[in-house]
């Protein structure tokens, strides 16, 4: 009823209706200048967290909206819900096969890069900006830590080789795990008597992490693959569950939760799941809001006032980072692998910082360290102002190296419904601009004996096709297969859609990476 009491607390200003009212229309303004924000964002190539951040720093102190926020405890598992959530999303759409040649240069940058990352710029931070040695380890810990959504928020519109944006994937969801253990272990009281200790912590934080979040993924697959449920919106929320089950089972078994979940959900996300582009716009959207939520709670916690003798500290250590201790890191960890100066020149201008180090900075304010608001004004500032230097260059620099690929053949969306009591598949195909597949006949697909074509969906018109049936761009096909040939079915669509009519003759593979 109007004006009836929620909660109360201690007889002190206790929520009505009307208050809940008030902070539902703040909240849905918000989200709709955040919303509109993401526009701006895409015409200007800036990484979108700038516009949130401006936006929680605009209703925080100092700004138009004047709201006392401190709680760093609060952002903290605010943060780290939603990077839970941002790495589940990370790990769905992170492609295997891009992945997979990448891991071993990957897994260097996000081990042995963060190490020399986090040494030289805490050098610097020491010797030139004066930080005590604690605190310079916590900075250059802080900032080691790469965000490929703001990577990709700007490289988007440019393709780039599946080699570099296999390295920069994996690399963003490997090294948040080191980075987190790095932090904490430097914010916490005492000293760090055994580096060799911290290390194997490290070492067996990561083992347990990946082994967790391996097993949750597969056997969230295997269940989600073969259990038909009553509704297809459940689908997405089954996913994004096991998800975040994955990291609740790899930080309770002390190990890395983040890895957990980044893993769990790329082993989802190529498992070829009933429903798949629904998951995959349902987890984007959640995505998106975990990212405007974070990123104005930070910039409410910023107090623009204080940050004027932190800028020239900030902006010395950005240097540090981006001039050395990142080039250092890729060329040190990337030059066994043979890979190209252009392709490591990228990549070492390529590692932007987004919402893992403002986060981290928080950890020193939970734990008391001394000088820890300084430690959260530097890095703001720092992700603040090389994310508006790096981010609308990346393109650039990207077409002077010659790094666009080609012109390849459009992937098709290909979605799949489980026919439990048919012990069958309803796969729905979208064939895109691009794929080789226009201009192939329905008997040139040669699907598997148990597959077939059965409707086309063509100018918002069906009809059943005939073998002679050819099929077109931005054709729809329902395609009705048995559960034992249901996965080569997919393979060969896909093959069709890169290789055309002679895919198979000519050894052509499908997307997921199997000859036909």
Request: charged share 15%; with cysteine; net charge neutral.
């Amino acid at each position: 009823m109007p004006g009836s009491v929620l909660c109360s607390r201690e007889g002190k200003r206790p929520l009505t209706v009307h208050h809940l009212n008030q902070l539902l229309l703040v909240c849905s303004l918000v989200l709709l200048i955040a919303v509109a924000a993401v526009r701006i964002s895409s015409r200007s190539g800036l990484p979108s967290l700038l516009v949130y951040l401006a936006i929680g720093v605009a209703m925080g102190q100092d700004g138009i909206g004047d709201i006392q926020f401190d709680n760093a405890e609060l952002v903290q598992v605010i943060g780290y819900a939603a990077l839970v959530v941002i790495l589940a999303e990370g790990g769905l759409g992170t492609k295997w096969k891009e992945a997979k040649p990448a891991l071993p240069a990957a897994s260097a940058l996000a081990l042995a890069g963060v190490a020399v990352s986090v040494g030289v710029t805490a050098a610097g931070a020491h010797y030139l900006t004066g930080l005590e040695w604690r605190q310079a380890l916590i900075v250059g810990a802080v900032v080691s830590s790469t965000d490929a959504a703001a990577v990709f928020s700007v490289l988007r519109r440019i393709p780039l080789p599946s080699r570099i944006t296999g390295i920069l994937e994996a690399e963003s969801g490997f090294n948040d795990a080191p980075v987190v253990i790095l932090v904490v272990a430097f914010s916490t009281a005492g000293p760090i008597e055994h580096w060799y200790v911290l290390l194997g912590e490290i070492a067996l934080e990561l083992a347990i992490g990946a082994a967790i979040g391996l097993a949750v993924g597969w056997l969230g697959s295997l269940g989600l693959r073969h259990v038909a449920l009553p509704a297809s919106g459940l689908y997405p929320i089954a996913v994004m569950s096991i998800a975040v089950a994955a990291y609740a089972a790899g930080a309770m078994a002390h190990g890395s939760g983040f890895l957990a979940v980044y893993l769990a959900a790329m082993v989802m996300g190529n498992a070829r799941l009933p429903h798949w582009p629904a998951t995959r716009g349902f987890a984007d959207g959640l995505g998106w809001l975990a990212q405007i939520g974070m990123f104005v709670l930070l910039g409410l916690l910023v107090t623009p006032h204080e940050l004027g003798d932190d800028i020239l500290p900030a902006l010395v250590i950005g240097l540090v980072l981006t001039m050395v201790a990142r080039p250092l890191s890729v060329v040190l960890c990337l030059v066994p692998f043979r890979v190209p100066w252009q392709e490591q020149a990228l990549m070492s201008w390529a590692g932007l910082r987004g919402a893992v180090p403002i986060i981290l900075a928080t950890i020193p304010m939970v734990e008391g360290v001394t000088g820890s608001r300084r430690i959260f004004n530097i890095v703001f500032v720092l992700v603040v102002v090389y994310t508006l230097i790096q981010g609308p260059t990346l393109p650039w620099l990207a077409r002077k190296l010659r790094l666009g690929k080609g012109d390849e053949a459009a992937d098709l969306g290909i979605e799949s419904a489980p026919l439990e009591r048919l012990r069958g598949h309803l796969l729905s195909v979208t064939i895109p601009e691009g794929s080789k597949m226009h201009g192939v006949e329905v008997s040139e697909l040669r699907l598997p004996t148990g597959a077939a074509v059965t409707l086309i969906v063509r100018d918002e018109t069906s009809f059943v096709p005939l073998p002679t049936t050819g099929l077109r761009r931005g054709d729809e096909l329902l395609v009705v297969a048995t559960d034992p040939v249901r996965d080569a079915a997919e393979a060969r669509l896909r093959a069709v859609g890169h290789g055309g009519k002679l895919a198979g003759w000519l050894g052509t593979e499908g997307a997921n990476g199997h000859r036909t």
